[in-house]
């Protein structure tokens, strides 16, 4: 498409060439050198008069533009906006500053000045401030604040800029723009890493924040203390070459897999850290993490332990103590009703042998108890591994269930079991499997009615096998049902006095999510009590990952 100043350009030289060669072609037009000269002269005069008029339309088209769309910023901006001539008086506000200003209507803003509409104090800031813009012709930025009208009180960041016409300040114009709840967010802010660092070094251990490649970004005042340096000398540096160098490798790995896993490490170690002999010292390294899941930092808690550690060695002590104490007469107990009943001593009438059996299952179920409270303790202080192993599941809970049938026996209870396996076979660690059922008939006993069976459902699903121990015994609440896997809980709506330790329920759940099974327990208001687990029929040994019974 042909432009109208190209348009225009084309019809001027088509009339010059034509005037040309109508010139030239006719020599008896009777027009001098001079007159054709002038005619020439005379077009392109009016050709550029022309281009001069269009050009001047353009600029004034270009000129209104640009004035609507300064106005239109002007009153719509939704910062304050303003105008002021040399002397500082103003001439111009926009609708949000008249509104700020509480200005009606009718009220104007024109030859005012900022003793008009701010407390003196106020205004002489302000002065201030413009004119450093008239004296220096140079961009100034500062806050002031202004009470409201309903008495909420708001600051602004101001920028101010000079007004120029042909090298000569004329005025000043202002952008005012609302930042109270920035600021109030800055100083919550700043309230809240006061109070964090305040707790960061009062914390009885050391703490630090260290970025990805190992150098300190903060540390509290036990770092300090411990290195003989302040914060901002310690800053930048690497805190682990520097003062780990015997651990060095070994922390390098931890960082390794807090990145990678984006997950808390907590680990134990027997070091030198800022001691002269070894110590033992609890270290716990959290990632930090930004909004886009990137790690970016670390924050690493280095705690020493020695105290913890006496005390779980006096712990073992007193356990073994204890537990040997009361196993040694309880085997001798068992010992003595064994040979009473065998009749070695003399025969025995019934009342008698009924009197010793009781005796001897009481001895048993204390002897039980004092092996569970051995092997929770193991499973919190040794992180036994599970043995996996090719095994008969029903011939172990048939075995385990006559092993534990003279309990029964004293309650009348009669043990029931019901297999609907196709495969008996299964995978897993046998003898912690059998500590987990008999802890869960042991709980049917206890818990269960005088007088009536104990149903053992072993029944499977795809690749699940699934054990129900079920039996007649007190509703058992809600609430009760969600803590009673947890340590020494037991089930305090019992009727009847029965001695339990609380761990048993415990030690089979740290059996059950070692082999990667779920354990459960219901109860209804009908006075059926079920206790049951599931678990894979093959549990495969991992040896990158040791698969444990307690963590």
Sequence with gaps: MISKKLHREILFYTIFLSFTVWTISEPNNHLSYKDACLIVLFLFLSQAWIEKKFLYSKLAAKYKNQIE????????????????????????????????????????????????????????????????????????????????????????????????????????????????????LKEKMFIQNAQMESILNNMPYIIYMKDCNGNLIFGNKILENKTGKQQNQLIGTNIAEKYFKEIIYDIKEEDKRVIHSKETVVVEKNSKIFTEKPCWFQISKTPIIDAKRNVVGIIVMIKNIDKEKALEAQKRNLVSTITHDLKTPTNAQLGAVNILLSGSLGQLNDEQIEMLQLTKNSNIYMKNMISTILEAYKSEEAQKPLAPEHFNFYELVHITAKEIANLAITKKQNIVIHSKLNDEIIIADKLQLKRAVMNLLGNAITYGFKNTDIIVIIEEASSIVQLNVINKGYHISDEKLKEIFEKYKTNENAKFNKASTGLGLYLSKKIITAHNGEIYAKSDENQNCTFGFKIPRLLKADHNKTQEYAN
Excluded: H, W
């Design 69 to 184: 769309l300064l106005n239109n910023l002007f009153l719509n901006c939704p910062d304050l906006v303003y105008r002021k001539d040399a002397n500082l008086r103003y001439k111009d506000c926009n609708p949000v500053m008249r509104k700020m200003l509480n200005l009606n209507e009718k009220e104007r803003i024109f030859n005012k000045t900022d003793y008009d509409f701010y407390p003196r104090k106020t205004a002489k800031i302000i002065r201030y401030y413009d004119k450093q813009v008239l004296e220096s012709g140079k961009i100034v930025s500062y806050k002031i604040e202004k009470k409201q009208p309903n008495g909420e009180n708001k600051i602004y960041d101001t920028l101010l800029a000079p007004v120029t016409d042909k090298g000569t300040i004329t005025g000043v114009v202002g952008i005012l723009r609302d930042t109270t709840q920035v600021e109030a």
